[in-house]
């Protein structure tokens, strides 16, 4: 029974600063939990949630039990932590933080090729010509670049000319232009 009768006591008895150094953390861990940054939100709520704890301790009236209040407010404090990182997960989970710093879906790379993946995608209709058999992939030279090719139907002789139809990331796909003679 002096568990509960001191936890009413945690509150009944606490000062307006304390009350205050209590929220003012929590709001500030909050901040940090959806909106991380260089940890000065999260480091300065946790030395306000601490000093609330040492202020409770130390300034207190005489039927108040120190300790038990200080474990109160701990396991308190603990229990609100849980709470954050449970609507963290569920904000997470529902899109929530979709466009917040924490969580960038779609940003990190181009869609439709990475940054460690050439471009090719310029080269769509431009002509050159087999440096190597095509059976299907080999090389092909085109603007005076030697790329590796893949050929879409057939097999393609080298020195058959060829035209670029489609680019799928690192992947050209080449096609031999009818009517022309080995060069």
Do not use: H
């Amino acid at each position: 029974m002096e568990f509960f009768a001191q936890f009413g006591l945690l509150f009944s008895n606490m000062q307006w600063y304390v009350a205050v150094c209590i929220a003012v953390g929590i709001v500030l861990l909050l901040i940090e939990v959806f909106e991380p940054g260089f940890g000065i939100f999260g480091i300065s709520g946790i030395v306000l949630l601490v000093l609330s704890i040492v202020l409770r301790a130390v300034i207190r009236k005489p039927e108040d039990n120190p300790i038990a209040q200080v474990f109160q407010m701990l396991l308190l404090f603990l229990i609100i932590g849980a709470l954050l990182f449970i609507l963290l997960a569920v904000a997470t989970k529902k899109n929530w933080l979709k466009k917040t710093p924490l969580i960038q879906s779609g940003t990190a790379v181009n869609e439709d090729f990475s940054d460690g993946t050439e471009n090719y995608s310029s080269l769509i209709g431009k002509e050159g010509k087999a440096v190597t058999d095509l059976r299907p992939s080999g090389k092909a030279e085109i603007d005076g670049n030697v790329y590796d090719v893949v050929a879409d139907n057939f097999f393609i002789n080298v020195g058959k000319k060829i035209k670029v139809n489609n680019v799928e990331g690192s992947k050209i796909g080449v096609e031999i232009i009818k009517n022309n003679e080995k060069e």
